[in-house]
Structure formats: C-alpha cells, structure tokens
C-alpha cells in the first residue's frame, strides 16, 4: 500500500514537472519573438531607414510584435515615424512611413546586422516639407538671393527676397506653384513675379523666373516609388509617395 502510494506520488511529480516544463516552453515561445526578435528587427530597421533618409530621428513600430513571422522574414504591420531627412538633397521635416506584408532577408538581418528590404504589399509615406526646410533649401540653390524667404500663400508658396543686379538692389516677390511629372519628380513652376521697380526689362523678368524653376526627383528609394499627392498647405508642402507593387 505505502508503495502505492508512492508510484502515485512519483507520477503526479513527474506530471507537475512535464506540466512546469510545457508552461515554460509557451512562456519562452511567446515572450521570445517580443524580447529578442523585436527590438533586433527594429534597431536594424531604424538603422536602414536612418541611412536611407539621413534622417536625425527615427521611430520604429511594429503593431502586435510580429511573432515569429519575423524569423522567415515577413513584417506584418510596421509604423514608422522620422525626422529631418532628406531624399535626393531635398529636404523632408517629417514623415509616417506606414506598411503592410514587409519582407526581408532575415539571415542578412541576424548573420550580418543589415536590412535587406524585399518588397511589401502596400507601402505609403505621408510626408511634410516646411517653408522653414524649403527656404533653407533654395537659399543654397539660388545663392544669388542670400536673403531668400518661402512663405505660403493660399494654394502656392511665395518666395520673397533681394537680389543684386550690377550694384543694384532688386526686391522681388514671385508665386510658385507645385505640380508632379513623370509619377517621381517634383517640379517647382514660377507663376507671377513681382518687382518693387515699375519698369522691368522682360529679359530680367525670365532671368529670375528662371532661378526657381526647378525640378527634384525623388526616386532615390530602395524600391519603385510614385508621388500620389503634392499639395501647399499650410506650413508647407504635403506629400504622399506609394510604392509601387508589382
């Protein structure tokens, strides 16, 4: 009887601890993929994303953890936030990169350190230039006007300045309007200038006119890009650029 009770007693240890041991392995299961896998994603991909925009801060989310789904390289949902970038030297003061269906190499990522980016099913990128960022950013293309200043006004941004013109001091204001080419380029069109001098030759008139007509491309992604939306507002310049899915 006593020897009964015994086996009975090993075989409800031997089940606590089969039972101790299956709760640990679900345990580790379901806290490893948030522990270890996550942040190694993440840290690689706000690195990658970092290098691509030469962006000053980056944010990365991935709503729900993605799982294990992370070691066969696919990212489910991915959010990510950045800051002071630029693509192809044009200036970006904030953007949300959303994405769904992200695949990668993930034994580039765990083997080498290095985001492998290989597709998704829907990328989108809403993106915000300031008037700040754009006058920092044409005072350098037209260092002619040092004193260059982008405002917006209604639907298109105002550029106000001074130029020299053989020792002449020469105030203009001129209204740009914003249009897309070719699904990539962004191009900048001199639409009304303004001088504080009445008499105005009309050659000078195409001269500065010139000065600002320029166009940027923004196809420097890691991927096939299109500019679904460029529109002045407030503040600045709204973008929305897709990825393009094959």
């Not at 190499?105 to 989108?124: A, I, K, M, Q």
């Not at 130029?163 to 740009?176: C, F, R, S, T």
Request: hydrophobic share 50%; proline share 6%.
């Amino acid at each position: 009887m006593g020897e009964a009770r015994f086996l009975g007693g090993t075989v409800v240890q031997k089940l606590l601890v089969c039972g101790a041991a299956l709760l640990i392995v679900l345990v580790v299961s379901a806290l490893l993929p948030r522990l270890v896998l996550v942040p190694r994603v993440s840290s690689e991909l706000e690195q990658f994303i970092a290098d691509e925009f030469h962006a000053q801060k980056v944010a990365v989310d991935l709503p729900g953890g993605g799982g294990w789904s992370l070691l066969v390289g696919l990212i489910p949902a991915i959010s990510i936030e950045l800051e002071d970038g630029t693509v192809n030297g044009f200036p970006v003061t904030e953007a949300v990169l959303f994405a769904e269906g992200v695949r990668f190499h993930p034994w580039t990522l765990f083997r080498e350190r290095e985001f492998s980016y290989g597709g998704s099913d829907l990328l989108r990128i809403s993106a915000r230039v300031s008037a700040e960022s754009l006058s920092e950013y044409f005072r350098q293309h037209v260092p002619q006007i040092p004193d260059l200043v982008v405002e917006v006004d209604h639907s298109q941004l105002q550029f106000s300045g001074t130029i020299d013109l053989l020792g002449v001091p020469w105030h203009l204001a001129l209204g740009v309007a914003v249009e897309t080419a070719d699904q990539t380029v962004l191009r900048f069109v001199p639409v009304a200038l303004r001088l504080e001098q009445a008499a105005v030759p009309p050659a000078l008139v195409d001269l500065l006119q010139e000065y600002f007509r320029l166009e940027v491309d923004l196809d420097q992604f890691p991927f096939p890009i299109r500019i679904a939306a460029a529109e002045v507002e407030a503040g600045g310049i709204a973008l929305v650029v897709e990825e393009i899915v094959e």
